[in-house]
């Protein structure tokens, strides 16, 4: 059964960097498409960085872009979302999100097939 585990969430004051994982377990890792979202209390899910295999291709969100780097190790079957800078604006749960089947590096939720629990990120001011 394929499970998307995130971790590396937490407190960290403005200005200072968290990285997240997330970690894909129960299947092989070839070509797929790995996409971080967030939702802040009372707003909308946000698409904020993506990956594709398919083509190498990656995507991040004008509101990040700069400041986030997304990356993998297929070794370790993990993505890794890397986010310096960090402002108040950036708190909110994140979620990964993988696609087997579409798998581009699109920053909407429905074309990705798997999501994680999600692991929280608070930037305190």
């Known amino acids: 059964q394929l499970q998307l585990v995130e971790s590396g969430g937490g407190l960290v004051q403005s200005g200072g960097s968290l990285r997240l994982s997330c970690e894909v377990s129960?299947?092989?890792?070839?070509?797929?498409?790995i996409g971080w979202f967030r939702q802040a209390p009372g707003k909308e899910r946000e698409g904020v960085s993506c990956l594709s295999t398919d083509d190498e291709s990656t995507y991040d969100a004008d509101s990040v872009k700069g400041r986030f780097t997304i990356s993998r190790d297929d070794d370790k079957k993990t993505v890794y979302l890397q986010m310096n800078s960090l402002k108040s604006e950036d708190t909110a749960v994140y979620y990964c999100a993988a696609s087997f089947i579409v798998r581009l590096c699109v920053l909407w939720g429905g074309a990705y097939e798997y999501w994680g629990q999600g692991t929280p990120v608070t930037v305190s001011s």
């Open positions: 129960g299947f092989n890792l070839d070509y797929y498409a």
